[in-house]
Nanobody
Framework: QVHLVESGGGSVQAGGSLRLSCVVS????????MGWFRQAPGKEREGVAS????????YYADSVKGRFTISQDNAKNTMYLQMTSLKPEDTATYYC?????????????????WGQGTQVTVSS
């Protein structure tokens, strides 16, 4: 059974930085994409960033380009999201996810394995 466990959330002031981590276990075959998603209260879940597993191709939502960086450490089965220049509108629960599907790397409906989420709160 696939497990994804996020960590690294917290509270920061606007302009600050955080790094989220996601440890993956139980995957029989490597996922095609792994991604970070977020959901703020009253809003739909949105794709933030994703990476083509093992190849390093990355994809970002326009709202985070230039501020967030997704990366992976295959040896540690870990994916990261480095977040800089954080804004209050980045406040949300952040989820990591994995999918075997080969299209739409930022579409949440394509992902079938999810972590439990970690809260990120950015104050102004």
């Amino acid at each position: 059974q696939v497990h994804l466990v996020e960590s690294g959330g917290g509270s920061v002031q606007a302009g600050g930085s955080l790094r989220l981590s996601c440890v993956v276990s139980g995957y029989t075959y490597n996922p095609y994409y792994m991604g970070w998603f977020r959901q703020a209260p009253g809003k739909e879940r949105e794709g933030v960033a994703s990476v083509r597993f093992g190849y390093g191709f990355t994809y970002y939502a326009d709202s985070v380009k230039g501020r967030f960086t997704i990366s992976q450490d295959n040896a540690k089965n870990t994916m990261y999201l480095q977040m800089t220049s954080l804004k209050p509108e980045d406040t949300a629960t952040y989820y990591c996810a994995a999918t075997p599907y080969t299209s739409s790397p930022l579409a949440s409906y394509k992902y079938n394995f999810w972590g439990q989420g970690t809260q990120v709160t950015v104050s102004s």
